[in-house]
């Protein structure tokens, strides 16, 4: 759908934006530029709609070169999704994400409608519609913004660091929003970030650039922790990059073993060893530590907070991370309600990555 054919960028005062680079970003994708601050990433994302255009090489967009294209047609063709949104403040949260198609020649009302759908789309109320940009959070702007890049339904989804300027905890959710929306859409998406852990969640394909605008290495991110390229792209992911790649080992065989429970609200007393507290549907509430008595029924108040939890159909690095981050060194495994079907230890995610070492 995108391919960038040995374009290169070089402004008036001599400086080389982009040098020679070649990608195909294929159609159905997400594809993200990564690389450190000034490598080009941002440069090559605004080629593809025409916001610069390259001093030589071509980039072609479902076959066809974007300069033969107008301008202003060619971009309301492509959702563009920026930092902090970039929505227009004196304008309801309706009227713009309807901005698009009604330039593109719909009705106020069809526009509007669309926009009403694009919000549930998005994971936000309705009753948003009405306010503007000011009035809500950081994380709710941005899932507006991806909305009005949406509206016009365009194949192409051009994204600039979008969530980089929402804390930590927003950041997560705004991706897994955009991985669902991509598995309900399949958009070709071209994402650029400065972050290595969000290159590796969203990317299908993964393209690391150096300095200068050159392209170190595209593959996909299991490739790419595996087999980096050179020294600059196995500093840039990470020394860590054997953990990371957990995270594409599923973890089938990794069987729970049972571990004591105690209910909340029941009398429980003392043991020699941790117990996982559990409300009545099973769901785990922490931990309750050796050795202590409760008095009367058993509540929150008295346990350990537990740690992260691994669904059962996870990959191994949620396993590890699980096992790790509980106090009783065991990792609880939930099922899809997200009842204990049981425990794992590190020891066990370890045992398992021998064995598909061992396997032929």
């Not at 859409?185 to 650029?192: E, I, S």
């Not at 790649?245 to 909340?264: D, I, Y």
Request: charged share 25%.
């Amino acid at each position: 759908m995108i391919e960038f054919q040995a374009v290169r960028k070089q402004y008036a005062n001599g400086t080389v934006a982009v040098e020679e680079l070649s990608l195909s970003v294929p159609t159905g994708t997400v594809t993200v530029l990564v690389g450190p601050s000034g490598c080009g990433k941002t440069t090559l994302l605004r080629m593809v709609n025409r916001m610069i255009d390259p001093s030589s090489g071509t980039v072609l967009v479902d076959g066809t070169d974007v300069r033969a294209q107008d301008p202003a047609r060619l971009r309301r063709g492509i959702g563009y999704v920026i930092q902090q949104a970039g929505l227009f403040p004196h304008r309801s949260i309706l009227d713009n994400i309807a901005t698009v198609p009604i330039l593109d020649g719909r009705s106020r009302r069809d526009a509007r409608a669309r926009a009403a759908e694009l919000l549930e789309l998005v994971g936000l109320p309705a009753e948003l519609a009405k306010r503007y940009p000011a009035q809500l959070s950081g994380g709710q702007q941005q899932r507006v913004g991806v909305a009005r890049a949406l509206a016009a339904d365009p194949p192409v989804l051009l994204m600039d660091e979008p969530f980089s300027a929402v804390d930590p905890v927003v950041r997560e959710g705004l991706q897994d929003e955009l991985l669902r929306l991509q598995g309900e859409l399949g958009k070709t998406v071209l994402f650029v970030t400065h972050d290595i852990d969000e290159a590796i969640k969203l990317g299908e394909k993964v393209a690391v650039l150096r300095q200068g605008g050159h392209l170190a290495q595209c593959a996909d991110p299991d490739e790419l922790l595996a087999e980096p390229s050179d020294d600059f792209v196995t500093s840039f992911v990470g020394r860590d990059r054997g953990y990371r790649r957990l995270s594409f080992v599923h973890a089938n065989g990794l069987v729970p073993r049972p571990v004591p429970t105690v209910e909340l609200g029941s009398t429980v007393g003392a043991s020699d060893g941790w117990r996982l507290a559990v409300d009545a549907d099973a769901r785990p509430r922490g931990w309750l530590e050796p050795g202590r008595e409760v008095d009367g029924e058993l509540t929150e108040d008295a346990l350990v907070a537990g740690g992260s939890l691994h669904p059962l159909d996870g990959p191994l690095r949620g396993a590890l991370d699980a096992a790790l981050s509980a106090p009783s060194g065991q990792g609880v495994v939930v099922d899809a309600d997200g009842a204990s079907l049981g425990v794992v230890t590190a020891e066990d995610v370890l045992a398992l990555l021998h064995q598909h070492r061992a396997a032929p």
